[in-house]
């Protein structure tokens, strides 16, 4: 079929897709994305279409049923004032009074419900020759730091967080059950733990740094060592745009190189952002620090559909001045985006592979 390369991919043209895709559902998803990346790419998501596509927002509704949880107001969220009215933060939640933490499980969140049924379109897809043979399907999850500092109670978290962590590798384990371990690959998004890391968030624990670190380490050794894995490092963003901006790519790397050293598996690659407006050499100077595990292929967000093929390869040539031997991405996920933007920026995708 055009489009699809059935040897591989060309380590130089090598493209990543961080996860979200606003399409209609997982079907359209690799419909439109294999015929004209697969010969680019090593994985390909379901996109995490419809109510996912808020990210962390689909799962309010399941807090809100569990029978140990009590909602509260929030004081508020640093994020409104960027934040769509239907995303805004407004809700935490609790343990009940007169519940015991020990009773609390946090059983079928959907993660891995969710994949399953993504995987038989991937299946459908790739016998229709839609996608190349060695593409993986990927399932980006948040690590659990996120689900806790966006939705339990600051006086909470600490109690709750082992016990959703817990429900997490629960629905990695299911995953890991139900879908071939030599086609899939999992990515943990670190959005709340990478803003903290370069201290924009504050954290329930201390040391900080290392306490994300550990997290990070975690749920890395959660994943079976036979299914590929990797981090996406990210600083959170809507229509684009970030939350916070990194001042430069020096916390990523401090947290990638402790994360790499603290893991007993492989890391299969890391993705770190880069905003539009940097194409300065101090923003990747500190990447030449960078000490990864020889297996792990590094990714960088330097495609922007506002300047297109021209601001991309701005960003690659500075890129290439400090670090070697990488791919390239957007800076965060297609999925806040207008449905009617995604045909444009998959072309815009295909047109830098070459």
């Not at 996406?232 to 001042?247: A, I």
């Not at 000490?291 to 506002?306: A, E, F, K, N, V």
């Amino acid at each position: 079929m055009p489009g699809v390369c059935m040897t591989g991919i060309d380590a130089q043209r090598e493209l990543f897709l961080v996860g979200s895709i606003a399409l209609a559902d997982a079907d359209e998803v690799f419909a439109k994305v294999g015929p004209a990346l697969g010969h680019a790419v090593r994985r390909i998501p379901d996109g995490e279409t419809g109510d996912r596509l808020g990210w962390l927002e689909w799962l309010r509704p399941y807090l809100e049923a569990h029978p140990l949880l009590e909602p509260v107001p929030s004081d508020g969220d640093w994020r409104n004032e960027t934040a769509p009215e239907k995303w805004k933060h407004t809700t935490w939640y609790r343990l009940k009074e007169g519940a015991a933490i020990e009773d609390l499980v946090f059983r079928d969140i959907g993660y891995a419900r969710h994949a399953i049924e993504s995987f038989q379109a991937f299946r459908r897809a790739r016998n229709q020759r839609l996608i190349a043979p060695h593409c993986r399907f990927m399932v980006a999850i948040p690590t659990p730091f996120n689900q806790v500092n966006q939705y339990i109670a600051p006086d909470s978290r600490a109690a709750i967080e082992p016990r959703w962590e817990d429900g997490i590798v629960s629905e990695i384990a299911a995953i890991a059950d139900a879908i071939p371990h030599d086609q899939l690959a999992i990515q943990w998004d670190c959005a709340h733990d990478m803003q903290a890391y370069d201290d924009a968030r504050d954290a329930w624990f201390e040391p900080k740094h290392q306490g994300i670190v550990d997290r990070l380490v975690r749920m890395g050794n959660a994943v079976p060592h036979d299914i590929e894995m990797g981090y996406h490092l990210c600083y959170g963003s809507f229509g684009g745009k970030h939350f916070v901006e990194p001042k430069d790519s020096g916390a990523m790397v401090r947290l990638a190189n402790a994360v790499s050293a603290g893991l007993q598996r492989s890391i299969d690659w890391i993705h770190m952002p880069v905003p539009i407006e940097r194409d300065d050499n101090a923003y990747f100077a500190p990447m030449e620090q960078l000490s990864l595990q020889p297996s792990t292929r590094l990714y960088l967000g330097l495609i922007h559909d506002t300047d297109g093929e021209q601001g991309t390869l701005r960003r690659l040539e500075t890129a290439r001045r400090h670090v070697k031997g990488f791919g390239i991405a957007t800076e965060c996920g297609f999925g806040r985006r207008p449905p009617e933007s995604i045909a444009a920026l998959i072309d815009l995708h295909a047109r830098l592979a070459g």
